[in-house]
């Protein structure tokens, strides 16, 4: 069945690092991956969205890898800052109107 | 209007009644998403809408739950004879025409749904 993992436990850095974190799916090819940001008791955000012949894409201090070999992609935030910390969640939709699904998240807390 | 609305906010019902939850998405978003997302859990599929076709209902977790969308805006999704389990909260999405994800989807912020 198709299964997108993200890292259940929680990512804990010093403001100003980089963190990174990770979304690995199985059986499932994607046209595209998404990475949202979630606030509690708030619906998740739109972050940014990578294609399948697309390596890597930025904004700001972000930055999005997508190896459809390995089936990961991986979100960076750089010169993080505590008003960064929140649960970063990676999406995956083929085209042709399917659904999209949703990984679990994965929780970021920033340490000033 | 300018974000998805969803309503209402919370809603607490006891076990057995039938519940209504309304999503208003934006305006001209063809594309309409409902999602399931239990404490500390993603976010499960729960039906999807796209323009006037058939909607994709494979998400649906049991016959007591069922959806609908009117005039290709409104939607509403119906849980019956609501159970323990139900309790969750319950997002929705849209997004705009042709390449639906190409700006992501916008979410409203939920109804928390208790069952007593």
């Known amino acids: 069945s198709q299964k997108i993992e993200q890292n259940s436990e929680a990512l804990n850095i010093q403001e100003g690092k980089t963190a990174t974190l990770t979304c690995n799916y199985t059986n499932y090819s994607p046209a595209y991956l998404q990475w949202y940001r979630q606030d509690p008791g708030r619906g998740p955000v739109f972050l940014l969205l990578i294609r399948e012949n697309e390596k890597e894409k930025r904004k700001e201090r972000l930055k999005v890898t997508f190896d459809t070999t390995l089936k990961q992609s991986l979100f960076h935030i750089t010169a993080s800052q505590p008003a960064d910390s929140a649960t970063y969640l990676c999406?995956?939709?083929?085209?042709?109107?399917?659904?999209?699904?949703f990984g679990a998240g994965t929780r970021l807390f920033v340490k000033a | 209007g300018a974000g998805v609305s969803q309503s209402p906010s919370n809603k607490v019902t006891e076990k057995g009644k039938d519940v209504e939850l309304r999503c208003d998405p934006i305006s001209g978003h063809t594309a309409l998403y409902w999602y399931r997302q239990s404490l500390g859990q993603g976010l499960e599929f729960l039906i999807y809408?796209?323009?006037?076709?058939?909607?994709?209902k494979s998400g649906l977790p049991s016959d007591r739950f069922s959806a609908e969308r009117t005039g290709g805006s409104v939607s509403t999704l119906t849980i019956q004879r609501t159970q323990q389990e139900d309790s969750a909260v319950y997002l929705c999405?849209?997004?705009?025409?042709?390449?639906?994800?190409?700006?992501?989807?916008?979410f409203g912020s939920g109804t928390r749904l208790t069952v007593v």
């Open positions: 999405a849209s997004s705009s025409p042709g390449v639906g994800s190409t700006y992501g989807y916008t």
């Open positions: 999406a995956l939709e083929r085209t042709g109107g399917f659904k999209t699904i």
């Open positions: 809408f796209q323009g006037n076709s058939a909607p994709d």
